[in-house]
């Protein structure tokens, strides 16, 4: 009966510390997941900065959906990568900085700024040739390490009052 009862225990401890290596390993995995995701998002940086379409079949799945409030017609990868041709046309020296990057599970978030020249026509509104910088915030969800999905916040207001077609906020006065 002792042998029986060391026997049990030696087999639950072997249980035990193959299910802590099974979930260590699992963390480990998590994390460089988050790190190789954080790098796919550095990837979207790339992409925008440098108007290399044919890097978009890597970045994003077949399947991509795109949520953008000012943008509602773009929601798939196709209308996504001309709507990349569009901004770049109407900034063709836009370029956009990564400035913050978190990641979680199967997300990241991404705090983003940008710049350009207005030489081309955007959203219908003609060129004006002023420099314009605007930030936003996008979470990125992840499927087999490509982004299978995009939320977008931007500050449009901030773009539109620099490119003059919205007037400036009149001053509070005292």
Request: charged share 25%; hydrophobic share 40%.
């Given at each position: 009966?002792?042998?029986?009862?060391?026997?049990?225990?030696?087999?639950?401890?072997?249980?035990?510390?193959?299910?802590?290596?099974?979930?260590m390993?699992?963390?480990?995995?998590?994390?460089?997941?988050?790190?190789?995701?954080?790098?796919?998002?550095?990837?979207?940086?790339?992409?925008?900065?440098?108007?290399?379409?044919?890097?978009?079949?890597?970045?994003?799945?077949?399947?991509?959906?795109?949520?953008?409030?000012?943008?509602?017609?773009?929601?798939d990868?196709?209308?996504y990568?001309?709507?990349?041709?569009?901004?770049?046309?109407?900034?063709?020296?836009?370029?956009?900085?990564?400035?913050?990057?978190?990641?979680?599970?199967?997300?990241?978030?991404?705090?983003w700024?940008?710049?350009?020249?207005?030489?081309?026509?955007?959203?219908?509104?003609?060129?004006?040739?002023?420099?314009?910088?605007?930030?936003?915030?996008?979470?990125?969800?992840?499927v087999?390490?490509k982004?299978?999905?995009?939320w977008?916040?931007?500050?449009?207001?901030?773009l539109?009052?620099?490119?003059?077609?919205i007037?400036?906020?009149?001053?509070?006065?005292?």
């Amino acid at each position: 009966m002792h042998g029986i009862g060391r026997r049990l225990s030696f087999s639950t401890l072997i249980i035990v510390f193959s299910t802590l290596l099974v979930l260590m390993a699992a963390c480990e995995k998590q994390s460089v997941t988050g790190d190789e995701n954080k790098a796919m998002v550095h990837r979207v940086e790339e992409l925008w900065n440098m108007g290399n379409l044919t890097a978009a079949d890597e970045i994003f799945t077949i399947d991509f959906v795109n949520h953008d409030p000012s943008s509602p017609d773009v929601r798939d990868l196709e209308t996504y990568k001309d709507f990349i041709t569009r901004i770049r046309t109407a900034f063709p020296d836009f370029h956009v900085t990564v400035e913050d990057i978190l990641a979680e599970g199967d997300k990241v978030a991404a705090r983003w700024t940008a710049t350009g020249t207005h030489q081309g026509e955007l959203m219908g509104i003609p060129p004006t040739d002023k420099q314009a910088t605007w930030s936003g915030m996008t979470i990125y969800r992840f499927v087999g390490g490509k982004i299978a999905e995009v939320w977008w916040a931007k500050d449009m207001y901030s773009l539109l009052t620099q490119l003059g077609v919205i007037p400036p906020p009149e001053h509070v006065k005292e």
